[in-house]
């Protein structure tokens, strides 16, 4: 570690990365094309878009749910945040049948989906905030064990569910980068984009709850109301990531601090991008190698996780030494 | 000016502050001394707005605490608490120039630059400025906290043990600072302090706190006495006066 400062500016390891990030979707858009290019071109768009769609979503919301609860081994996911989107859809199935729930408007069903999940952050953290004056400990004690509890929840009406119901729902959660439904890609982006231009305004708070809590008072932060609008917005992305891709739990822990790693930076405006796009380039780039090179059609989350969850064990492994 | 107005802690039935009314005087140092458990750090927390009180009210120049919006009162009023953790690694500058966000949220100009260099300079940490504060000592990290809250620029400034992990020549320059600061820029200063004597040399006043009430208070001389310590602290403790300053000799 260097004593001096970060003299070069944050931009240029973000341009770098935008490089790179350009370049692993050109090569992953016009490799191998065998086949008419009005056709592949748009197919493979699609699954470019939901890579960048699903990075930008986990990259974002795990860098500011680290930012609340001022804690970088974190991830929206303990807080049940991914889990609870899992249990209303199991529910759904469960209640209603799979061919009532395929009937539904995709955007409809979304559209719910996504307001539930906001309620369940805005109920947990408000209760929290009466109870525990704003104790993020507790706020995370609490997720954990909602998280076990949905966890438990769903896969316990996935036992007792009809065997050809379970493999419909299966079907939703393992929904791949190869075949994210049309409209919902639309949706996601409008949210994500809605979610980014309520967020911007947040940016510069977040920069001060680095500090912690009592400093951020201090400095003037209308600490509660930041933090509740901060946690809403982190539950909008992890519905959008879960609803294109499923659970994915270690590659925001991975993305984040590699995006400290290369920023040294606590701003925000700088931090969130270069998560965004090292996202986008585990994500683009997991899919073509594992497309072109093992020539395995499977999902590049089963590595991604494989790799974050080792990188997740070694973080705890160097915290308990020091 | 600081006033309470009858202000209680409780975490259920033990009352940790207990019904404090105070007026702290405008201008100088004020030092608010006590036995651990006294509530001398809890009822700093509520009159900076960082903990809700169970019950009273506190007034910032007029302003209660617990209405006011956040960014007013961070104008007006600073504090600084005892453990500062930090997630993510910044320079002493970074740090710093975060005492200017009341000001500018967060689009600092030339001048609040000015500011930032003058509190670094003021707390003697010029040649660390660019150094991160996780390659620092506990007192350098210290000195460059209370320079972030110096950088804010407020009328009152509070800070719950500002000698807490500085070694005697930091913790007597420390003192320095601050005594120089209340006096050249007008500044009112409220100190959680534990080392009586640094109360009793820098202070013009002293509030000495015991069960969650206020004991005594007054100007060092008057709280500088044998009785008045055996009533606060259960110690017999004999004051000398040593070049004009009332020293107290607590070691056997």
Redesign the interface.
């Known amino acids: 570690m260097s004593a001096s400062a970060p003299s070069v500016s944050p931009l240029r390891p973000l341009l770098g990365l935008g490089c790179v990030a350009v370049a692993f979707m050109a090569l992953f858009m016009l490799v191998d094309v065998s086949g008419p290019w009005d056709f592949v071109l748009p197919f493979r768009g699609k699954k470019v878009a939901t890579a960048l769609l699903v990075g930008y979503a986990v990259a974002v919301s795990t860098v500011l749910f680290q930012t609340v609860t001022g804690n970088r081994v974190l991830t929206p996911a303990i807080m049940g945040f991914d889990y609870l989107y899992v249990l209303i859809q199991t529910c759904l199935v469960f209640f209603l049948g799979s061919t009532t729930v395929a009937g539904l408007d995709p955007r409809v069903l979304f559209g719910a989906e996504v307001i539930i999940m906001v309620a369940f952050s805005a109920m947990l953290h408000g209760w929290l905030f009466g109870m525990a004056r704003g104790n993020v400990h507790l706020l995370l004690l609490t997720g954990v064990v909602m998280g076990v509890l949905f966890r438990s929840l769903s896969s316990f009406v996935q036992r007792v569910i009809e065997p050809n119901e379970f493999i419909f729902l299966q079907d939703r959660f393992f929904a791949s980068f190869n075949d994210p439904e049309h409209e919902l890609l639309l949706l996601s982006a409008a949210l994500t984009l809605g979610v980014s231009v309520l967020g911007l305004r947040l940016l510069r708070a977040c920069d001060v709850l680095v500090l912690g809590r009592e400093a951020a008072i201090n400095l003037g932060v209308d600490y509660p109301r930041t933090v509740s609008w901060v946690l809403a917005l982190v539950a909008i992305l992890v519905a959008v990531s879960t609803a294109l891709v499923g659970p994915v739990t270690f590659l925001g822990l991975l993305v984040a601090n590699l995006a400290y790693a290369v920023m040294r930076t606590y701003k925000h405006a700088f931090v969130i991008p270069a998560a965004a796009l090292i996202a986008a380039i585990a994500l683009v780039a997991g899919q073509l190698i594992l497309e072109r090179v093992f020539r395995l059609d499977t999902n590049p989350r089963v590595i991604i996780e494989f790799v974050g969850g080792a990188v997740f064990i070694a973080m705890l492994m160097r915290k308990a030494t020091r | 000016m600081i006033e309470a107005k009858n202000v209680s802690k409780r975490y259920g039935e033990t009352l940790v502050v207990d019904g404090v009314t105070l007026r702290l005087p405008v201008g100088g140092i004020t030092s608010i001394i006590g036995p651990n458990g006294a509530g001398k750090s809890t009822l700093l927390?509520m009159m900076?707005?960082?903990m809700?009180m169970s019950s009273g009210n506190v007034l910032v120049d007029g302003l209660d605490v617990t209405t006011t919006?956040?960014?007013?009162?961070?104008?007006r009023l600073?504090?600084?608490?005892q453990d500062?953790?930090?997630?993510?690694?910044?320079?002493v500058?970074?740090?710093v120039a975060?005492?200017r966000?009341?000001h500018t949220?967060?689009?600092p100009t030339a001048q609040d630059r000015e500011h930032v260099e003058r509190a670094i300079e003021h707390m003697g940490l010029s040649a660390l400025a660019?150094?991160?504060l996780d390659?620092m000592s506990g007192g350098q990290r210290q000195r460059a906290f209370v320079a972030m809250?110096l950088c804010?620029d407020t009328d009152h400034v509070l800070l719950d043990e500002p000698l807490n992990g500085l070694d005697l020549k930091h913790a007597v320059s420390m003192m320095k600072r601050l005594r120089h600061a209340a006096d050249t820029l007008g500044k009112s200063f409220v100190l959680v302090l534990h080392d009586l004597n640094f109360a009793s040399c820098y202070s013009d006043h002293i509030v000495a706190m015991r069960d969650g009430k206020v004991a005594f208070q007054g100007r060092p001389e008057d709280i500088m006495r044998s009785d008045v310590l055996r009533a606060i602290y259960e110690l017999d403790i004999s004051v000398q006066q040593i070049d004009g300053d009332w020293i107290a000799t607590h070691y056997r």
Do not use: C, M, W
């Open positions: 927390s900076s707005r960082v809700p919006p956040g960014d007013t009162l961070a104008k600073a504090i600084l608490r500062n953790h930090l997630t993510a690694r910044l320079t500058r970074e740090l975060f005492g966000y009341p949220q967060g689009r660019d150094r991160f390659e809250v804010q």
